[in-house]
């Protein structure tokens, strides 16, 4: 065939030809000849490779019916420009709206073609070489040659008789009602007559109305053609940009329709996925309705939110690796808490995150602060249309589901733990794994996994196939293996091992309880509709160290229960201890029997619990099989007073069989019984029981997982003169009195003094819960008057025990309270003691202790607590810092009226900002220069400012404008001894601005300008003030840009001034034979 062929006939009639597609191909490319041609042709088997580049370059050709002009088959960067010109011509919009890239704009973005991935994953498509189509005309004007863009492959859909489905792939919110907005994109799967499939892809654009029109039955019309033949599909779209798809040998186009979905209908789900979509919401709304307590309560109706912060955690150093991977939250001061406060809403908030990556987000808090009642509460709220990012929400708590021998996959787990859909299961599990950014995983209580070491190497890798453990699939899920795009939140307490676990985390969450108005509003919720509503609360505030533990949610309810008993048994006092109140507790659940043979059965019962609380606490375990209980007696009892939860375990998929468990209710009830069992166990031995205390001579990791046992076991062994307590063994008081002596016999070897603050405060508890006058005092009169909790966190029960101890002790005490997060009634209660001489605590959290006094009008405290506070030495670490020191001096002009006032002085002066000695600015390059001229507008407010230092290891570079503005104060810092203004950026510019002011700095006696840009016109301005600085006695002027000629220049100087004692300026800018003969003149310089 040759090129007259196609002159003569017209390309639309070779279109209509039955010439083979492939013989036509060969015979237009230049390329192909001789050999070629019959090897591409005969080969049935056609190669990848000339495949895929056969179903880019075919392109085939159109004929316009006015003009006679016709786009040529072609596979040259000229005649693609022809092409593209001549279609901009014909396909011009009916309103004349510019065409901006033809062929070129938008053509199937990457985006589009991952989405199309994703919705239809069963088609393979074959890869086409890397070709493109011109861009406009406009665009390309000033290039030398055409610019090609890169066409990237899409999923193609066959209609089912072989021809082909346009697929929209973006859909818009409801909101929109023109299809003026409506993107599409598609891709065209056409069948030859040899029954070989090839791909045209179209582009992805606003759909402009006027250009397009759908006829009755359903099939696209092309505005610009009167009678467009059956091979040509034409999309005039929003861009400008027109797609002409052509398809030889097509007979079946007429029956083939090109729906266009309006904006207002987003892509449906399939049926089985909307299902059970629905019915995970069911299921949550069921299950999130009321809280686990003694009494049925709906969770709308208790649930307060506690106080979420997002938190920033510190590496610990350690030996090894293990170590190293260890990391702690940064405890802040009350203000920086609260600054960084989050509401539930922002929970799954992470800018700057990759859609495309998992997201893992860790919520961290002490047990009982409510971290599984925060999880129950936002399923809750995706059931009732929150959070609406994620179509499946799937919620694990860990320590059911991670029993050693437990083994699933992947579907196990999402499938058959919560919901099981009743058909299409594998296409649920599809839709899953193609759109994992819908999928929220929640594993709750982290610390229930076991066996955390070498976590991160165990990690699944085929989760549709393989069974796995707990611990495997959500290491494959953290590390990316395994859905990939999903978003795993997971909770766990502060000192537990989950950055050892997690690879990666992209938000920490802090839960740190309830706030004090927050502890009266639950109060308040529960006794609600109660007769006794009012005299709860104020029962309940009357006793303080119960209060102080209703900041726990857990305790809190707990703390309401028994005060419910006793407002009904016609009580006016609550129990003193925690364990007063948990013993309380045990038996208003297990009611006396009158027959005795049943109240034996009990104390039996109680026994074994207890024994089974223990030794599953001791493998960090809460939950067991049912099958491994002692005794059906045993887990009826538990199960009837409420001690253990029942649980079931999906099914296995090997063998189909389901497995039954029990749970303990409560962390706080597994920690009393296990204290119950080391008191009633005769196995126990009294010796041995010291190992179980929390407060070693030396700083150890605590047990956290049964923290409250030592608590509950010192006041246990204290509590034999009570009646029910002497009624659960007959051989109770003879054991307890025997482990009670070896208790006070570890206390009084303890060396209270070298005792880290984290011990300390839990020997405090313990003491406290004996309620022991001769410990308390004990204690009291061993503790060391310096008293630093800097970094450690301060609960409300430790403010409350540490205030009862302090008050009893004669001594007087000097508290550092810096970062402890400490609340304002701790710290009111704290410096208000008349035994605390002075305190230490964040500059934040000191002024809005002053600010609530001044509003109070208790100026009597208020100046106590003034001249309590210390602050030196002060170090500015943050803007925030060199912010509070301001607002401190501000708070001294606004006091002056109120101590005039209180003590009749028309002065005052707080005794914090007057005796500050030394003061260190350290906030790096970024901020440096903006912080040091807010730090210079109140230096002159510090009188006896002796020490300076503006280097603090850290580059601060105030530069000249940093050293022009503190010149200008030194006349006020009359006291001022050392001056470091190393690392600073200072130029000759900034050296002679200090040297004019310099003078004036009557008591200096060092100045370092080490490491600056001084040269030798700095060094001669220095050199000329030295004579007049008869205080200086160090100069430190080394690594400058000082050559011979400004060394000189100081050495001369040097020689007037006998009272200086050393001149460092080794510089790398004086020979070296200059600086030894410069020695040799005056032996007090030095390098």
Avoid at 305 to 324: C, F, M, P, R, Y
Avoid at 429 to 440: C, G, H, R, S
Avoid at 457 to 467: G, I, K, Y
């Amino acid at each position: 065939m040759d090129s007259t062929f196609l002159s003569e006939n017209g390309y639309l009639d070779l279109l209509h030809s039955d010439i083979d597609p492939l013989h036509l191909y060969t015979q237009l490319d230049p390329k192909l000849s001789g050999n070629e041609e019959g090897d591409f042709s005969a080969d049935s088997e056609v190669d990848a490779s000339d495949y895929d580049q056969f179903n880019m370059d075919f392109l085939y050709t159109m004929e316009n019916r006015e003009n006679g002009d016709e786009l040529d088959l072609c596979s040259t960067k000229e005649d693609y420009a022809r092409i593209a010109g001549l279609a901009e011509y014909v396909l011009q919009d009916q309103q004349e709206m510019q065409v901006e890239d033809i062929f070129a704009g938008n053509f199937i973005l990457d985006e589009i073609a991952a989405e199309n991935t994703e919705m239809l994953p069963d088609i393979k498509v074959p890869k086409c070489h890397k070709r493109t189509y011109l861009g406009s005309a406009e665009s390309c004007s000033d290039a030398s040659e055409p610019k090609y863009r890169k066409i990237v492959e899409v999923p193609a859909v066959s209609a089912g008789n072989g021809s082909f489905l346009a697929m929209p792939l973006n859909s818009h919110p409801a909101s929109s009602t023109s299809l003026t907005n409506q993107h599409m994109s598609f891709s065209l799967l056409a069948t030859d007559a040899l029954d070989r499939s090839f791909v045209i892809s179209g582009s992805s654009a606003p759909l402009i109305p006027e250009c397009l029109s759908v006829d009755t039955k359903g099939r696209q019309q092309n505005a610009g053609f009167a009678d467009p033949p059956q091979q040509i599909l034409g999309f005039v779209l929003g861009n400008g940009t027109s797609d002409v798809l052509i398809y030889p040998g097509l007979e079946t186009l007429k029956e083939v329709q090109v729906p266009i979905i309006p904006s207002e209908e987003p892509l449906k789900r399939p049926k089985p996925v909307e299902a059970f979509c629905t019915s995970l919401k069911h299921y949550f709304q069921d299950v999130c309705r009321s809280v686990a307590m003694e009494r049925e309560v709906a969770l709308e109706h208790l649930f307060i939110d506690g106080t979420l912060v997002q938190s920033q955690t510190e590496t610990k150093t350690g030996k090894n690796s293990i170590k190293a991977m260890e990391k702690e939250l940064v405890i802040c001061s009350l203000q920086g808490k609260e600054k960084a406060a989050l509401k539930r809403s922002q929970i799954f908030q992470i800018p700057g995150s990759k859609d495309l990556e998992t997201k893992v987000i860790v919520v961290l808090g002490k047990a009982g602060m409510g971290k599984s009642i925060l999880v129950q509460k936002i399923c809750q709220d995706w059931s009732n249309g929150e959070f609406s990012q994620f179509e499946f929400v799937f919620w694990f708590d860990c320590k059911q589901i991670s029993l050693p021998e437990k083994q699933y996959s992947l579907e196990d787990l999402l499938l058959d733990f919560f919901v099981k859909p009743q058909e299409g299961s594998k296409e649920i599990f599809e839709y899953i794994l193609q759109n994992p950014a819908k999928v929220l995983l929640v594993f709750d209580g982290f610390e229930g996994l076991h066996d955390h070491e070498n976590f991160l190497r165990c990690s699944a890798s085929q989760p549709e196939q393989d069974l796995f453990t707990i611990k495997e699939l959500l290491s494959g899920l953290s590390q990316k293996k395994i859905l990939n795009g999903c978003t795993l939140l997971l909770t766990a307490r502060p000192k537990d091992k989950v950055y050892q676990c997690v690879s990666k985390v992209d938000k920490t969450i802090e839960i740190t309880g309830f706030s004090p108005q927050q502890r009266e509003l639950y109060i308040s919720k529960y006794f609600e509709g109660l007769p006794y509503n009012d005299n709860a609360l104020k029962l309940i505030k009357e006793c303080e160290y119960l209060f102080s533990h209703c900041y726990s949610p857990v305790m809190c309810r707990f703390v309401c229960f028994l005060c419910e008993t006793v407002l009904e048994m016609g009580d006016k006092c609550l129990p003193s201890t925690l364990t007063a109140v948990f013993l309380k507790f045990l038996q208003q659940k297990i009611i006396t029997m009158q027959a005795d043979v049943a109240a034996m059965q009990n104390q039996e019962s109680l026994a074994t619990l207890a024994r089974i609380a223990w030794y599953l606490g001791e493998k960090h375990q809460s939950a067991t099989k049912s099958d491994l209980l002692p005794s059906k007696e045993v887990k009826e009892f538990a199960l009837k007073y409420g001690f253990f939860l029942p649980f079931a375990f999906p099914k296995h998929s090997d063998s189909g069989e389901e497995a039954f468990g029990s749970t303990f209710a409560d962390f706080v009830i597994q920690n009393f019984l296990g204290a119950l069992h080391l008191t009633l166990a005769e196995e126990i031995k009294d010796r041995s029981l010291t190992k179980y205390l929390p407060f070693p001579s030396k700083k150890k990791k605590p047990y956290n997982w049964l923290d409250l046992v030592p608590r509950f076991l010192s006041g246990l062994l204290f509590l034999q003169d009570d009646p029910y307590f002497c009624s659960l063994s007959n051989k109770i008081v003879k054991q307890s009195i025997k482990k009670q002596k070896t208790l006070l016999k570890c206390i009084r070897r303890l060396e209270i003094n070298e005792l880290c603050p984290e011990s300390l405060l839990k020997l405090l508890q313990c003491i406290y819960e004996t309620q022991s006058s001769y410990l308390l005092q004990h204690v009291a009169l061993r503790l060391k008057p310096d008293l630093s909790f800097l970094g450690v966190a301060l609960t409300p029960p430790d403010v409350h025990v540490l205030h009862s101890i302090l008050k009893r002790s004669r001594k007087e005490f000097s508290l550092d309270l810096r970062n402890s997060s400490i609340d304002m009634q701790g710290l009111k209660d704290l410096v208000g003691l008349k035994n605390v001489a002075s305190f230490r605590a964040s500059l934040s959290d000191t002024v809005r202790l002053w600010k609530s006094l001044e509003q109070a009008k208790d100026y009597e405290l208020l100046r106590a607590s003034t001249e309590k506070f210390v602050l030196d030495p002060f170090k500015a670490k943050t803007m925030k810092d060199v912010s509070d020191l301001s607002d401190l001096v501000d708070m001294q002009k606004k006091m002056i009226n109120c101590v005039q006032d209180a003590s009749g002085c028309s002065s005052y002066e707080i005794p914090a900002i007057k005796n500050l000695r030394k003061l260190e600015f350290a906030l790096g390059p970024v901020c440096g220069l903006q912080g040091f001229l807010k730090l210079v507008e109140i230096l002159a407010a510090f009188p006896s400012l002796q020490y300076l230092d503006l280097d603090a290891l850290s580059e601060n570079g105030i530069g000249d404008e940093g050293a022009k503005s503190l010149s200008e104060v030194f006349p006020t810092l009359t006291s001022l001894e050392t001056l470091n203004l190393s690392q600073n950026k200072i130029t000759d510019v900034g050296a002679e601005r200090l040297a004019t002011a310099l003078p004036s700095l009557s008591s200096l006696k060092t100045l370092s300008l080490y490491n600056n840009s001084i040269c030798d016109f700095g060094a001669e301005n220095l050199a000329k003030v030295l004579p007049a600085m008869a205080s200086l006695r160090v100069l430190e002027v080394q690594y400058n840009k000082i050559t011979g000629a400004g060394a000189q220049q100081l050495t001369d100087s040097l020689r007037k001034c006998p009272h200086i004692k050393k001149l460092v300026m080794w510089n790398p800018t004086i020979p070296y034979g200059v600086l030894e003969h410069l020695r040799q003149l005056d032996s007090r310089i030095s390098v």
